[in-house]
């Protein structure tokens, strides 16, 4: 039983980390633009780049004091 139970977490682990990468969305380098004081955070603490990039969040560690791991900006939509 422990031996079927080892392999159905790996297979869980296996779908689930696989889903990831699918999930991230390409942004813009302008949506990425976002002001220091004025991000909003978007992952937790000691957040890889590729963690944040997943969650299709901006990743930027050059300024200490402000998230690293933030939204990005909202491009305009088209409106007929």
Known sequence: ME???FWL??????LGS???AEEYVGLSEN??????KERVDCA?????????NNRGCCFDN???GV???FKPLQ???CTF
């Open 3 to 5: 031996a079927r139970a």
């Open 9 to 14: 977490l790996l297979v869980v682990l296996a």
């Open 18 to 20: 696989s889903g990831l």
């Open 31 to 36: 949506q990425c633009k976002v002001p220091p």
């Open 44 to 52: 937790f603490p000691k957040v890889t780049p590729e963690q944040c």
């Open 62 to 64: 050059s300024i200490h």
């Open 67 to 69: 998230p690293w791991c």
């Open 75 to 77: 491009e305009a939509e």
